[in-house]
């Protein structure tokens, strides 16, 4: 039962960090001018890049 309590209160101090932080990077007039470049960029940076796909190996089957 003491862990269940210690596990709560962690998840809920990081739902408080994370929403205070959230508000806070909302406020920042420079995130919101970028928010919308970085996609952009990235990709016209990088005309030629193409996606690579690895499956994972499996076990053969008896």
Known sequence: MNMHK???AI???TLAVIGVGTF????????QADAGKSAAVTRDAVPDA??????APT???A
């Not at 806070?24 to 995130?31: E, H, I, K, T, V």
């Open 11 to 13: 998840f809920v101090a």
């Open 24 to 31: 806070a990077f909302d406020s920042l007039p420079q995130a």
């Open 50 to 55: 193409r996606a690579i796909v690895v499956r």
């Open 59 to 61: 076990l053969p089957r």
């Open 6 to 8: 210690h596990m709560e």
